[in-house]
């Protein structure tokens, strides 16, 4: 493979040829293993179709609408296409709900001062548990108890129960047609216990229905899951706010004793730059021969660290997102990767052989296969547990310096990060009035949520990405990025204020009048909650509907079944929501119909595909543009 079929970064082109040098496996020679895509296209067509099934002993079942050939069971094409992402969905929703679940149980520990961490935004604890109704009187670690008790109670309600946490966040205009369509949730466990239990054979075949629960389930999702998570978390360490923060592999020395947290939950990383912030810390690093301790921050736990926390010497820098993962491990500077509950890849134990680092998982739910280390965070033990992280990292250092070649002089440079609703509305003077008068009178056309993962399914590693946001700002559309897209920006440059010379005049006006970049670094792809609670406060102060408002959603590189659930998400919200690669439904054309036409009828949404970048862009923005018309803004 080369050049653009690999990554967009030059950091990732170099290592993938020490890879090669040193004949490791590396996920873009097995993507290629398995057929590259496009024309001819070598991976199956029923796969990629979303037109079969293997679910019960009767099967593999392939479906074909034209001539109603159907399962054993007398399932469509339709129905086993919709089946299957729901069954995605259920993966996304689940994996984001344990996050959550560990973020307010940190919470409640904190609060009963049992945890290194503290609260560090009091007046946001007050303001998330006042809009609950709850009482806000008393120290903050009673508000903080109270909150975590609701929030547990309205996760665990049954389905036919209205979710409290929905009733209280979301925009009031979405609750009404959510009750009129069936789709107004309950308790996400009951939710998911919903969906999973209707995909058994035999129980829903039906493409329009499971949707539908879907749809249900990725409300949920937001309003319960999401955006208390990300609450929680600012309540814990911190509302992000606008910063510098140095990006691209260039972060990693060899020459340093590298601890690397990766995955999404940000606890014991938060936890270990506590301690390695320390001179004790530092001169342990020291000791051992090394210029000292550092922490660097990888993938989405690293996005949820860089969005609240300055960068030092210690809390250094951010690598990037997943698929530059085995490109940094072959690097030779990294003596500890600690692997929380997502995004660490079932290689990674080749890797930490060939490379030297130690290996450890800090969840429970990660196994690697021939990995015995292992330590599941514990809230109450989470100073410990990340002291002893961080000393399996020094003790790694002398070794693995001795023994490793580095790579040395990666690229390296600087975006600003740490965009979040209250920073956006501090920079804005404490209302979103400029923002909203810059749409108004059409200095910028709309505003676009770019919440997306890498995928290699079309092109390398961000490229796609990187595409389709050019031509976004080119055409003076504001960008609010999460995810492992947000990686994708920051590294790509398009974070940065210097990138307001890539965007259309009026864009470029408001960058260079607000002092911001064309794409503002939001959050992680948890930061979809977030998001929409965003354009439920735009909503208001407009008294515009969600639907109507000149916005769009868009996932250029959606990868896994978090991504899935996201994009329902935006359905369920009513927006335009544009996805590649193609989702495996394609065989499924009442299903394709629903999702790109029908539902448009239902909730406003409309999902796009198309995978020509420009193209792309121009749906976005003629959509945006079908909105201001429809607003009488010009
Ligand atoms: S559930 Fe139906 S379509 Fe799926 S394998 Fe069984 S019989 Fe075939
Ligand atoms: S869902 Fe996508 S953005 Fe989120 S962690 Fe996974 S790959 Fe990254």
Redesign the pocket.
């Known amino acids: 493979m080369q050049g653009d079929r690999i990554s967009q970064h030059e950091s990732v082109r170099k290592l993938y040829e020490r890879l090669k040098k040193d004949g490791m496996t590396n996920i873009w020679d097995r993507y290629e293993a398995q057929g590259m895509g496009g024309n001819p296209d070598q991976r199956c067509g029923f796969c990629q179709g979303g037109n079969r099934c293997d679910l019960c002993s009767n099967g593999p079942c392939r479906g074909d609408v034209a001539k109603d050939k159907r399962g054993v069971c007398g399932i469509t094409a339709d129905g086993m296409a919709m089946r299957m992402m729901l069954l995605r969905n259920v993966m996304g929703s689940s994996t984001y709900h344990y996050h959550t679940e560990q973020t307010v149980k940190t919470l409640r520990a904190t609060a009963l001062g049992k945890t290194p961490f503290t609260i560090k935004e009091p007046a946001k604890l007050r303001a998330f548990a006042g809009r609950l109704g709850l009482d806000v009187s008393g120290k903050d670690q009673d508000i903080a108890l109270r909150l975590a008790d609701f929030a547990l109670q309205d996760f665990n309600r049954p389905y036919w129960e209205p979710s409290r946490l929905v009733e209280l966040l979301a925009p009031k205009e979405r609750q009404e047609l959510w009750k009129k369509l069936g789709i107004f949730p309950g308790g996400i466990y009951h939710e998911m216990m919903q969906c999973t239990s209707s995909c058994l054979t035999n129980v829903d075949g039906y493409y329009a229905s499971l949707a539908t629960k879907a749809m249900r389930m990725g409300i949920a999702t937001a309003y319960q899951s999401q955006i208390v998570n990300e609450f929680c978390q600012d309540i814990l360490f911190g509302l992000p706010r606008p910063h510098k923060m140095r990006v691209d592999l260039g972060v990693l020395d060899p020459d340093y004793v590298n601890v690397l947290p990766n995955g ?1 939950e940000p606890f014991l990383g938060f936890a270990m730059v506590q301690l390695a912030r320390k001179k004790e810390w530092q001169d342990k690093a020291k000791k051992v021969g090394a210029k000292g301790l550092r922490i660097i921050a990888n ?2 736990t690293g996005q949820e660290m860089i969005q609240r926390w300055e960068m030092d010497d210690v809390f250094f820098g951010f690598t990037g ?2 698929i530059m993962q085995e490109a940094l491990l072959a690097s030779g500077a990294v003596d500890i990767f600690v692997a929380d509950m ?2 660490s890849m079932p290689i990674d134990p080749m890797y930490a052989k060939k490379y030297h680092f130690r290996l450890v998982p800090v969840s429970e739910l990660v196994v690697f296969e021939g990995v015995a280390d292992r330590l599941n965070y514990e809230p109450e033990k989470a100073e410990k547990q990340a002291a002893q992280l961080l000393q399996m990292a020094v003790d790694n250092f002398k070794e693995r310096h001795a023994t490793v070649e580095p790579v040395r002089g990666l690229p390296m440079r600087e975006a600003v990060v740490g965009f979040s609703t209250e920073s956006i509305l501090d920079a804005l003077g404490g209302k979103l009035d400029p923002l909203l008068g810059a749409i108004a009178d059409g200095t910028i056309r709309g505003v676009v949520g770019l919440i ?3 995928s290699l399914r079309d092109s390398g590693q961000d490229v796609h990405s990187i595409r389709i946001a050019k031509e976004l700002i080119k055409r003076d559309i504001l960008i609010l990025s999460m ?3 947000n990686g994708a920006m920051q590294v790509g440059g398009l974070c940065s204020p210097e990138a307001k010379e890539l965007a259309g005049p009026g864009l470029k006006k408001l960058c260079g009048a607000l002092g911001i970049p064309p794409v503002l670094s939001y959050g ?2 948890t930061d979809t909650g977030r998001i929409a609670d965003l354009l439920g406060a735009i909503s208001a102060a407009l008294n515009v509907p969600v639907p109507d408002l000149p916005v769009a959603a868009a996932a250029p590189e ?3 079944q ?2 899935t659930i996201d994009a329902i998400i935006g359905l369920a919200l009513g927006l335009y929501t544009y996805v590649n690669p193609v989702p495996t439904v394609t065989a499924a054309p009442n299903l394709v119909k629903l999702l790109t036409e029908d539902v448009k009828g239902l909730t406003g949404g409309q999902m796009s595909v198309e995978k020509d970048a420009v193209k792309a862009a121009e749906g976005i923005l003629a959509h945006i543009e079908g909105k201001r018309k429809k607003l009488g803004l010009k």
Do not use: D, F
């Open positions: 999404h993938i989405e997102n997943w997502n995004c997306s993962c890498t995810g492992c897209g992680t792809c959606y990868m896994e978090k991504a």
